[in-house]
T-cell receptor
Framework: ETGVTQSPTHLIKTRGQQVTLRCSSQ?????VSWYQQALGQGPQFIFQ???????GRGNFPPRFSGLQFPNYSSELNVNALELDDSALYLC?????????????FGPGTRLLVL | AQKVTQAQTEISVVEKEDVTLDCVYE???????LFWYKQPPSGELVFLIR??????QNEISGRYSWNFQKSTSSFNFTITASQVVDSAVYFC????????????FGAGTQVVVTP
């Protein structure tokens, strides 16, 4: 196990609602990255937080937002949910926000939007 | 544009056979990093190996080995003497120096190992 935890494990929402997903990083890691994985596809980078600041962002609309806390845990918030937001959301922690750092993933949150 | 290509969608083998997974990447960086991750049915991505662009030495770690060739932009991964527990989706990923820690994943290759 990586020591990265995510909650909840599963979630069902309806279109237009808002959702918050949570991630606790591995001990000693100060960076959290979030990925969206649609069924049958590879994970897509959403954004990364390094020491409570957004360190980079992928091609996701502003209704995807995040937060990192002083203990380096993190939240992913998605507003105005759409059907296409149904996916597995993965968070990963790493030692620092540098290229090449190995990222260790949590078990993911499966979100279903109806 | 897709920067990591895994052309094999699914590979089926019988236990004890070797499995080689292909990965082709595209980057303009001189320094970059390549990874292989395994995703079993539970969904969690499990880190397997990491290589940087300056180290083309191919290695073996247990039943895993990899073949990194910069000349062909390939980073292939082999499982020797496959076992049923190796059944999973395997992802190749690229990290470029100008993209912080962003991992760019391929579409994955489903490996099915039957007894």
């Amino acid at each position: 196990e990586t020591g990265v935890t995510q909650s909840p494990t599963h979630l069902i929402k309806t279109r237009g609602q808002q959702v918050t997903l949570r991630c606790s990083s591995q001990s000693g890691h100060n960076t959290v990255s979030w990925y969206q994985q649609a069924l049958g596809q590879g994970p897509q980078f959403i954004f990364q937080y390094y020491r409570e600041e957004e360190n980079g962002r992928g091609n996701f609309p502003p209704r995807f937002s995040g937060l990192q806390f002083p203990n380096y845990s993190s939240e992913l918030n998605v507003n105005a949910l759409e059907l296409d937001d149904s996916a597995l959301y993965l968070c990963a922690s790493s030692l620092g926000g540098l290229a090449g750092e190995t990222q260790y993933f949590g078990p993911g949150t499966r979100l279903l939007v109806l | 544009a897709q920067k990591v290509t895994q052309a094999q969608t699914e590979i089926s083998v019988v236990e004890k056979e070797d499995v080689t997974l292909d990965c082709v990447y595209e980057t303009r960086d001189t320094t970059y990093y390549l990874f292989w991750y395994k995703q079993p049915p539970s969904g969690e991505l499990v880190f397997l190996i990491r290589r940087n662009s300056f180290d083309e030495q191919n290695e073996i770690s247990g039943r895993y080995s990899w073949n990194f060739q910069k000349s062909t932009s390939s980073f292939n991964f082999t499982i020797t003497a496959s076992q049923v527990v190796d059944s999973a989706v395997y992802f190749c990923a690229l990290s470029e120096t100008d993209s912080w820690g962003k991992l760019q994943f391929g579409a994955g290759t489903q490996v099915v190992v039957t007894p």
